[in-house]
Nanobody
Framework: QVQLVESGGGLVQAGGSLRLSCAAS????????TGWFRQAPGKEREFVAT???????????YYADSLKGRFTISRDNAKNTVYLQMNSLKSEDTAIYFC????????????????????WGQGTQVTVSS
């Protein structure tokens, strides 16, 4: 069983930056694929980024096309924490951001659908003012 707790959300002006954190509890978290999703009011949950476990301490990142170059996903296994660095924020980035995890299978696929993840955090609100 894995529990995820996000933090780091808040109010930021357009053009600013935020770093979200997702602290995990549970055994062998380093062997989990992790992802960030977001959900704006009235919209479906949207894929943001994922880190796929490829065995050992190797991970590969994959991003939503529209967010490449502005968002960076990373993790610190010593702290059991996954991060989402968000730069050049825009008003359309306003949403609740969720951290998610699934047991890694070292497959070559990137998992971008919410239904593919088994564990979720409670979400953290990000509001970007224009």
């Amino acid at each position: 069983q894995v529990q995820l707790v996000e933090s780091g959300g808040g109010l930021v002006q357009a053009g600013g930056s935020l770093r979200l954190s997702c602290a995990a509890s549970g055994r062998d978290f380093r062997m989990y694929d992790t992802g960030w999703f977001r959900q704006a009011p009235g919209k479906e949950r949207e894929f943001v980024a994922t880190l796929r476990w490829s065995g050992g301490s190797t991970y590969y990142a994959y991003y939503a096309d529209s967010l490449k170059g502005r968002f960076t996903i990373s993790r610190d296994n010593a702290k059991n924490t996954v991060y989402l660095q968000m730069n050049s924020l825009k008003s359309e980035d306003t949403a609740i951001y969720f951290c998610a995890a699934r047991r890694g299978d070292t497959a070559s696929s990137y998992y971008t659908g919410p239904q593919e993840y088994d564990y979720w955090g409670q979400g953290t609100q990000v509001t970007v003012s224009s």
